[in-house]
């Protein structure tokens, strides 16, 4: 019986585990999302040096969970995430303001974020 209370009691601790998991990812990918969501229209009015500064306080922000996240979700996507990251700066503090071009980058970007929750959610999709 002990073994059926101790697997038990396991199965919660994991469910619990990932439960935080997907929250704490979720905070930090949608404090991202705020910043470049805020990013975007910064350069919608032409304010190219505070959606730099904008996109750079993500980056810092990304950088500080890297280690977390590099632990605990595939380094494909995280890697994928940082190189749209060092895009979209690029884009930003270039000589040539191209606005489509950041737009489609930082759309690209928005989109790698919410795919991250998503790929940790237990739906039927993601455990098939």
Do not use: C
Not at 52 to 58: D, G, H, K, V, W
Not at 72 to 80: E, M, N, Q
């Amino acid at each position: 019986m002990k073994r059926l209370y101790l697997a038990i009691g396991l199965i919660a601790l994991l469910a619990i585990l990932s439960g935080l998991h997907i929250w704490q990812l979720g905070r930090v990918t949608g404090q991202l999302t705020d910043l470049l969501t805020q990013a975007q229209e910064l350069v919608e009015r032409e304010d190219w040096e505070g959606a730099a500064r904008l996109t750079r306080q993500a980056k810092e922000r990304w950088m500080e969970w890297e280690a977390y996240l590099h632990i605990t979700l595939r380094h494909a996507d995280t890697d994928a995430i940082q190189v749209s990251m060092d895009e979209a700066l690029a884009f930003l503090e270039g000589a040539e303001k191209q606005p489509a071009e950041y737009a489609a980058v930082n759309a690209r970007l928005l989109v790698q974020l919410g795919l991250l929750v998503e790929a940790e959610l237990p739906t039927l999709t993601n455990l098939l």
